[in-house]
Structure formats: C-alpha cells, structure tokens
C-alpha cells in the first residue's frame, strides 16, 4: 500500500498553468505505475494522464495531449502534472492514483491506491 496526497490544485485564469504535485509516503514508489484522473462538476471521472514506474512511458487522454506533461522523480516519490493552455473544461477535482501493475494504464480499476484529490477552476 502507499499513501497519495495530492498539491498545486488552485484558481487561474484560461490560457494559464498549473502545475501538480502527487507525493507518496513509502519507500518503494518506484514499483509504482502512477496516473491522475479528474471529475468535473455533473461528469463522470475521466482519465487524464499515467506514467510508467520509470517513467519511460507515457499515456494521455486525446483532450489534453500537448498541453499537459506528466512525469516522475521516484527519488522525491512524486508524480507531477504540468497543465498549459487550461481551459474552463479543465475545471475539475484531480486525483493521482497508483497500481503496481507493470505498464501504463488508462482504466481506473487498474489502480488501488488513490489520493484525497486537488481542486483546480479554470476561470474566464
């Protein structure tokens, strides 16, 4: 098991950036895949982006390729999301999520460990 908590989530204006924080407690993240999901106001939870343990692979879902990078630094055990061009559809609860399956993964049951969640508003 490992413990998520999730940090940067906050209010910014369309067309600015964000940056997400996903730290782990424990000393084995790196056995760790990890990916955030989020869920906006009325809408079902939705994929966004998973990185492999090493961070080798990467995986996104069509509606943010090329405006948000994920990535990985398991000797801080922390899975970051850096989010550009945010858009109002971008408002939503994020959550980072972790599995100990090899790969990457895009469906939710994959993963077993889930944070708390951080808020971000996109506002116009």
């Known amino acids: 098991q490992v413990q998520l908590v999730e940090s940067g989530g906050g209010l910014v204006q369309a067309g600015g950036s964000l940056r997400l924080s996903c730290t782990a407690s424990?000393?084995?993240?790196?056995?760790?895949?990890v990916a955030w999901y989020r869920r906006a106001p009325g809408k079902e939870r939705e994929f966004v982006a998973a990185v492999s343990r090493n961070g080798g692979g990467t995986d996104y879902a069509d509606s943010v390729k090329g405006r948000f990078t994920i990535s990985r630094d398991n000797a801080k055990n922390t899975v970051y999301l850096q989010m550009n061009s945010l858009n109002l559809e971008d408002t939503a609860i994020y959550y980072c999520a972790a599995s100990g399956a090899v790969g990457v993964w895009t469906i939710p049951t994959a993963y077993g460990n889930w944070g708390q969640g951080t808020q971000v508003t996109v506002s116009s």
């Open positions: 424990g000393r084995t993240f790196s056995t760790y895949a």
